[in-house]
């Protein structure tokens, strides 16, 4: 009968995740992941075959983790678009590596951006207006995770206003 794990996936995971939060998903290694868990390399590679299936187990909890960081801090004072808006963009700012990870990491793919809001269930016009301005946050978003931009909540707000402006002029 093979010896117990002393460590589980989970825990595995987590170690994982808390590295690629601080400092960037290039920073783990089986070595410093056994050295935070106190095991040998062994127990990681038995339930990871490679970085690859570890990189999609953390991918899915930063996917999570950043989703209910966005949904939490949002302003329930402003619209809806404009209260994820602004704060998919202050996450960005504030979880830099772990945005980096999940939208800049070709860890998903796509036919085409139009894709983004297949199965939103919107009129066209709301369809192509919910596109724009997610591209344009996720621009700003960018921008901000990317570099060290000075950037306030109500000025993020102001700009996402602006864009919905121009946005329904085009629509219109």
């Known amino acids: 009968m093979p010896p117990k794990n002393k460590v589980d996936k989970e825990q595995i995971i987590e170690a994982a995740f808390d590295i690629m939060k601080k400092e960037g998903f290039e920073a783990i290694t089986t070595r410093r992941l056994a050295d935070i868990l106190q095991c040998s390399t062994q127990p990681i590679y038995y339930i990871f075959k490679n970085m690859e299936d570890l990189k999609k187990e953390v991918y899915v909890k930063a996917c999570k983790f950043f989703e209910q960081e966005v949904y ?5 004072n402003d619209i809806e678009f404009l209260a994820v808006g602004v704060s998919y963009i202050m996450t960005a700012k504030e979880e830099r590596n772990l945005f ?7 860890n998903y793919s796509l036919q085409g951006v139009e894709e983004l809001v297949k199965g939103a269930n919107l009129p066209n016009k709301e369809s192509y207006l919910f596109l724009n301005m ?6 700003i ?5 990317s570099n060290d931009v000075g950037v306030k909540e109500e000025n993020v707000r102001e700009l996402l206003l602006k864009a919905e402006q121009g946005f329904e002029k085009v629509y219109s």
């Not at 939490?72 to 329930?76: D, G």
């Not at 980096?100 to 070709?106: D, V």
């Open 72 to 76: 939490k801090r949002k302003n329930p």
């Open 100 to 106: 980096r990870f999940i939208t800049m990491g070709n």
């Open 134 to 139: 997610w591209i344009y946050a996720h621009g």
């Open 141 to 145: 978003a960018t921008i901000v995770a």
